[in-house]
């Protein structure tokens, strides 16, 4: 919903909205330049090995760490199925 715009059968609240041109702004700018900041706007960070993610909401945060007890977890998964040969 965030990225193409509200169904018309849908009245989103004034935080919705908000995050809906948000999310908008970022994914054009993404999809017309390969990258989604702006000047004066919160800064997406590139993804490095640090764990940076940009929380897309109302107010748009910086996170470490997000998830990361999940991503452990299936970190060794993955890496036995691809020396299967299953992720090539």
């Avoid at 004034?14 to 041109?21: F, G, I, P, S, T």
């Avoid at 990258?35 to 748009?60: G, M, Q, S």
């Amino acid at each position: 919903m965030f990225v193409i715009g509200a169904p018309e059968s849908y009245v989103p609240s004034a935080d919705e909205v908000q995050l809906l041109n948000l999310v908008m702004d970022y994914w054009t700018r993404f999809a017309a330049k390969g990258d989604p900041n702006r000047p004066h706007a919160f800064r997406w960070p590139r993804y490095t090995a640090d764990d940076l993610i940009l929380k897309l909401d109302v107010t748009p945060a910086r996170l470490a760490g997000y998830h990361n007890p999940q991503c452990d977890f299936i970190e060794p998964l993955r890496d036995a199925f691809c020396v299967q040969n299953i992720c090539h």
